[in-house]
């Protein structure tokens, strides 16, 4: 009998990997990747990343921010790989996709306690602990085998792909660096549209054809959170000029006005060759986006290295199939982590596989599972998923409107309530389960909170200066 196997080596199933193994447990990883693709990957690489490149905010008083910094203390791979592949992002940690991936490929494949095997897992197995991390994009027999288990159907939802384009072929004399809120100018390139640009373009998206998805995908629905820009665009012609294309903090520099709309492009990797379309996520059909594109001004003679694309992805109905340790409920031996559990988001996922190989080690050792502490944001975000009305259940980023008990105050005051109490609730879940964490882990996670006064300190402050003036 295997007592543990790990299903999928994404971002969930990496993490899970790293912290079963740190903590000294043998076990089988099972990726199917090279052998079998998925429609969106492209490498054998874990951890790859097939949307964005961009894991969200670092500033720890925002939601994506706070969970990086619950992450660090509990000595994410995920978040160490993100630190270690880094590229300037602005406020967003962004970073260079093959870099970030081989370091995490080269950091399991060098523990001796993980045991890779490539190959396709058709039926979840029936022996032992097992972690379902096999990701938003699980083959058709296993998810059938899921399903089985559950006795859910799945919920799906379109998760569409932004286009990449050679830097080489902008022109860089119609577009500018700028970030809208000023923290790296060198991360963002804009291209700025007149309101006759704007309308052209606009008229075109609303009307360009699409790629018409295969009978099994015809009914799924789309995530609000990752419409496709054309999608967005048909809801009104300046929907567009209020998400993605917004010109509000970035004035065109030859005029020192901001622009009717304007087109950002990030950096896709450290050398800068490479960038992405902002919120450009489509299903247009490839020479569609090659014609549309181009008529945003310093794209008319784009080169794409990649072309928006759409996949179909699945998650369980997490209020009906698992608790808020990600154990499926009706065979609490079996977890399901990632994105796959109804969470939304890189980092998010990471998290999910944290959780369910904590857990998965506590059953190893005779122990029941715990969750993380309700205040914490990842608590927040598990509770959520495991007690939301079932009827409406979509995937879910963490926000600060998960968290719970929180006391009527100031935007600023509630923020630095919630993240205060959340490190610091994290830190006393450590000593309270100290079976799963080293002395030495609990120490470093106490000296990471001894900068929280500073950086509150640093935030009231801030933002005094902002209500002043």
């Given at each position: 009998m295997n007592e543990v196997i790990v299903i999928g080596a994404g971002l969930a199933g990496s993490e899970a990997a790293y912290q079963l193994a740190k903590r000294g447990v043998r076990f089988k990883l099972f990726e199917m990747r090279p052998v079998k693709l998925t429609p969106a990957h492209k490498t054998g690489?874990?951890?790859?990343?097939?949307c964005s490149n961009?894991?969200?905010?670092?500033?720890?008083?925002?939601?994506?921010?706070?969970?990086?910094?619950?992450?660090?203390?509990l000595d994410?791979?995920?978040?160490?790989?993100?630190?270690?592949?880094?590229?300037?992002?602005?406020?967003?940690?962004?970073?260079?996709?093959?870099?970030?991936?081989?370091?995490?490929?080269?950091?399991?494949?060098?523990?001796?306690?993980?045991?890779?095997?490539?190959?396709?897992?058709?039926?979840?197995?029936?022996?032992?602990i097992v972690i379902i991390a096999s990701g938003p994009l699980t083959s058709d027999a296993l998810a059938m085998s899921i399903m089985e288990i559950t006795g859910e159907e799945y919920l799906s939802f379109y998760d569409a792909l932004s286009p990449i384009v050679d830097a080489e072929s902008l022109d860089m004399s119609k577009l500018y660096f700028k970030d809208r809120y000023g923290w790296d100018d060198s991360s963002y390139l804009n291209a700025p549209m007149s309101e006759e640009e704007y309308d052209r373009f606009w008229e075109a998206l609303v009307t360009a054809e699409v790629h018409k998805p295969h009978d099994f995908e015809a009914e799924s629905k789309y995530f609000e959170g990752c419409l496709p820009i054309e999608e967005m665009a048909k809801r009104g012609r300046d929907t567009l000029r209020f998400g993605p294309l917004k010109p509000v903090g970035l004035p065109d520099p030859r005029t020192g006005k901001e622009p009717f709309a304007v087109v950002q492009l990030r950096r896709e990797n450290a050398e800068g060759t490479a960038y992405s379309l902002v919120g450009f996520q489509t299903q247009l059909t490839y020479p569609e986006q090659r014609r549309v594109f181009r008529m945003i001004p310093g794209l008319e003679k784009a080169v794409f290295l990649r072309y928006g694309a759409v996949h179909r992805n699945t998650f369980v109905n997490a209020p009906r199939v698992l608790t808020e340790t990600l154990q499926i409920k009706k065979s609490p031996k079996l977890f399901i982590a990632g994105q796959l559990s109804g969470s939304e988001g890189y980092v998010e996922a990471a998290t999910g596989g944290l959780l369910s190989s904590l857990n998965a080690f506590r059953l190893l050792k005779g122990l029941s599972p715990v969750p993380f502490h309700r205040h914490t944001i990842s608590g927040a975000l598990f509770r959520y998923m495991a007690y939301a009305n079932p009827r409406h259940f979509q995937p879910m980023n963490v926000n600060f409107g998960l968290m719970s008990d929180v006391p009527k105050m100031s935007r600023t005051r509630r923020k630095v309530f919630m993240v205060e109490r959340a490190l610091k609730s994290l830190i006393r879940w450590m000593e309270e389960h100290s079976e799963m964490f080293s002395e030495s882990e609990i120490e470093r996670a106490k000296r990471l909170n001894e900068e929280l006064p500073n950086l509150i300190k640093a935030y009231i402050e801030k933002f005094g200066r902002k209500k002043a003036r």
């Open positions: 690489l874990f951890a790859e990343l097939v961009s894991l969200k905010s670092m500033e720890i008083f925002n939601s994506h921010g706070l969970l990086k910094a619950e992450l660090k203390r994410s791979l995920i978040l160490k790989a993100a630190e270690h592949a880094a590229i300037p992002g602005g406020k967003a940690l962004v970073v260079d996709r093959e870099k970030f991936s081989r370091y995490v490929t080269e950091t399991l494949r060098s523990m001796p306690e993980i045991e890779v095997i490539n190959e396709e897992i058709k039926t979840v197995p029936s022996d032992g």
